[in-house]
């Protein structure tokens, strides 16, 4: 065989690979790589969503990290939500999961009772919460209250709003609580006995065979977890908005965040910038912290589980 | 050409491509000069989405095509600002020629962006004179920093409603005027059960629906931003003076804690259970709109309305409130300028069209020789609101470039007020104004 014949055969397979790529090579540069570059050009331009953009340097970013007064409060609640919103869901998932995989009758009743509340549309879901936590009128606080226990301020105070949104995130745990089923009834039955056999008590067999055999799905649940909790808008903006009683008149501005700003996250700062100040530069500063974020929190999740996976073996 | 070459030329095309496609995504002007006086189509995008209001806007539209018979209207209403804004900077042939939008807070950047015409030279070609057209704040709030890009369609008018039944067993005999009148009112109006209300004179708070700063500052003569467009408010005394007074009244009903509390048993600001149709709170600062709404849900005592009061040391100018309302203008990507041009004059100049859509819709007139028009039906009591209209000593908000950024900021600083995170309020003022420049700045 010749070269010659040897080069097109390769020049043929490359493009029959391509050809085979192509649906997802488009939908990557139409949906991510297009997008990302763009985010990045605006960042460095004036840019407001009508006129031209303009080069602007390094303004839009001094103007986000030392000017915006609501950068850092976004910033710090999206945190919180992270370690402690993700946490809670994860636990409770595997807590659910754990119990139902246990249980030998009723366990569709519970199953479906728990999977319920994952079906219910944010917006229904979070008014249906803020209605029942209101401080004056909600059932919940009436009885906290006829118990003798505190009665909290829960949207409506900054300490309880972000809390509040954790019941609501936990109270919807439903997509978890299956994953991990799939996951806990997947773990060869032979280990337990083993470990069994071997006279391990069940916090052990939880510890050294769960666990070790559910990792990776651990693993998915937070990551998944932790992007989800980067994108949180819906929830936060209702809760804010109802609970605030601002449901903005003609010409009147509404800002998120209430209370105090204590449920403002980064998606919401996203559109404050972009659709309500149109500043689109600054926007997508804010949308590459995210995107920075998202990746930083990913890579230390997956070395880490490596490196236990290394330190296992 | 060398493999390198090849990636810089691919380089250069990529980033061409990107600078293209981002400047395609601007709305710039087309300079058309269409002729009004042929047959024609325009896209008119408005917000309103009650059957009523649909209504009374789809018979104005009626009204014009009668006057205009060549020219044909095609409405699409419940546009929402974001929507809005896409199609102003797409453009094309489905865009809007002629939009009106609830959010005048939006006026700065669509005139400072030219998404919207400059409407100076149509007005100039008809011989319309913005001043003895429009009511001075409505003239305000359609221009930006030299240039009018829009014009005020219909308007709202913010008053004070009173319970007459409450005032009669208080042995009140008239509304309050200023403010401290109106925080004696509101102490004699209140009656506490346990640690809530059986009835609140009056709901201090910011989030108590229309009780916003801005809205407050009506009863003020505020100046938000100097001549050189700088933030003002650290400087004009009104805005310590307001912050000051609300606070007071916070503290002298109860304290924030306890009336945030109670306004948690509120019902929905546009439902039937608000607080003052249901007697829970006896006076309330709203907007003219209320009125009807109050009516309709039959309440069980009479509804007084008055202007909303004035400072202390501003007695004199009683009878003036906040102004705000509905813009209309003709985006720049429109083909159909002319023509667009006579549906905006039709809608915003025409004593009979203007009147004929407040009437339909009960907002206040937008026009001065509407709102004198013996065609005008309203309740008697609907009077106070065209009273503040036609007062040259009513204010609003200034457009910004940024939208309503700054007021946010105010907003905000009123919060951290009212709940006692801020003590120093000069201090407060002095760090919002720079926040307010810093954006601004900015957004230049």
């Known amino acids: 065989m010749t070269t010659y014949t040897l080069r097109a055969k390769r020049r043929r397979s490359a493009l029959r690979t391509a050809a085979f790529m192509s649906p997802w090579l488009i939908g990557f540069c139409v949906f991510f790589a297009y997008p990302l570059i763009s985010t990045v050009y605006f960042s460095f331009t004036s840019y407001d969503g009508f006129t031209a953009p303009e080069f602007s340097g390094l303004k839009n970013w001094s103007f986000v990290f030392n000017d915006y007064p609501l950068f850092w409060p976004a910033l710090r609640n999206t945190l919180w939500l992270v370690v402690v919103m993700v946490t809670c869901r994860v636990v409770f998932g595997l807590g659910v999961g754990l119990l139902i995989t246990k249980i030998k009758t009723g366990a569709g009743v519970f199953r479906t009772l728990f999977y319920l509340p994952y079906l219910a549309p944010p917006v229904a879901a979070t008014l249906g919460f803020v209605f029942l936590l209101n401080p004056g009128t909600g059932p919940v606080n009436s009885i906290l209250g006829e118990i003798g226990l505190p009665t909290p301020g829960w949207f409506t105070d900054a300490a309880w709003s972000k809390p509040a949104l954790t019941a609501l995130a936990v109270w919807g745990v439903g997509d978890l609580m299956v994953i991990f089923m799939a996951a806990l009834l997947d773990v060869p039955k032979e280990q337990y006995e083993a470990a069994e056999l071997d006279g391990a008590t069940a916090f052990q067999r939880f510890r050294f065979v769960t666990l070790p055999n559910i990792s990776p799905i651990i693993l998915f649940a937070v990551v998944t977890g932790i992007i989800q909790t980067m994108q949180y808008y819906t929830q936060p903006f209702v809760a804010g908005k109802v609970a605030s009683g601002v449901m903005g008149g003609s010409g009147q501005q509404f800002e998120p965040g209430y209370p105090d700003k204590s449920t403002l996250t980064l998606p919401q700062v996203v559109y404050n910038l972009g659709f309500q100040r149109f500043d689109y530069g600054s926007a997508c500063v804010v949308a590459l912290v995210l995107f920075v974020l998202a990746m930083a929190f990913t890579a230390l999740l997956m070395r880490r589980r490596s490196g236990l996976i290394q330190a296992g073996e | ?444």
């Not at chain 2, 804690?257 to 546009?270: N, P």
């Not at chain 2, 309302?325 to 083909?335: C, P």
């Open chain 2, 1 to 444: 050409m060398s493999g390198n070459r090849r990636k810089t030329a691919a380089a250069l095309a990529a980033t061409a491509a990107i600078s293209l496609l981002a400047s395609a995504c601007t709305g710039q002007s087309n300079g058309a000069s269409d002729d009004p006086s042929k047959e024609t189509t325009i896209n008119f995008w408005h917000g309103w989405n009650s059957p009523n209001e649909v209504q009374g806007i789809q018979a104005t539209v009626d009204a014009f095509e009668k006057a205009h018979p060549n020219i044909h209207v095609k409405v699409i209403g419940d546009m929402t600002d974001d929507k809005v804004n896409q199609a102003l900077r797409a453009g094309g042939s489905n865009a809007p020629d002629v939009v009106s939008s609830f959010t005048t807070n939006n006026v700065g950047k669509f005139c400072s962006s030219k998404a919207f015409l400059d409407l100076d030279p149509f007005l100039k070609k008809d011989g319309i004179d913005p001043d003895k057209t429009f009511p001075k704040a409505m003239n305000e709030y359609t221009q930006f920093d030299g240039v009018r890009c829009t014009l005020p369609l219909l308007g709202d008018a913010y008053g004070l409603y009173y319970n007459k039944d409450a005032f009669e067993k208080a042995g009140i005999k008239r509304p309050p005027q200023t403010w401290s009148e109106l925080a004696a009112t509101a102490k004699r109006l209140t009656k506490t059960k346990g640690d809530s209300y059986e009835q609140l004179g009056f709901m201090p708070n910011y989030h108590g629906y229309e009780t916003t700063t801005e809205h407050y500052l009506g009863g003020w003569d505020p100046k938000y931003f100097d001549a050189d467009g700088k933030s003002n408010i650290a400087e004009d005394p009104s805005f310590a003076a307001m912050l000051k007074t609300q606070k007071k009244l916070v503290d002298d009903l109860g304290g924030y804690e306890k009336l945030e509390k109670y306004r948690t048993s509120f019902g929905d600001e546009w439902g039937a259970k608000h607080p003052f149709h249901t007697g829970q709170v006896a006076m309330q600062l709203d907007g003219e709109w209320r009125l009807g709404m109050a009516e309709e849900t039959k309440p069980k005592f009479e509804i007084g309305v008055a202007p909303m009061p004035v400072a202390d040391d501003e007695a004199d100018t009683y009878g003036k409130g906040y102004l705000t309302g509905t813009i209309a203008g003709i985006a720049a990507t429109s083909k159909k300028q002319n023509a667009a041009w006579e549906l905006v004059k039709f809608m915003t100049t025409d004593t009979d069209a203007v009147v004929n859509f407040a009437n339909a819709i009960h907002n206040v007139p937008s026009t001065l020789a509407a709102l004198k028009s013996p065609k005008l039906k309203y309740d008697p009591r609907f009077k106070t609101f065209l009273d503040i209209a036609a007062d040259p000593k009513s204010t609003t908000t200034p457009p910004s470039v940024n939208g309503g950024a700054y007021l946010v900021s105010l907003q905000n600083l009123g919060f951290d007020i009212e709940k006692g995170k801020q003590k120093d309020i000069e201090a407060g003022l002095e760090k919002t104004a720079k926040e307010i420049d810093a954006a601004i700045a900015q957004a230049k």
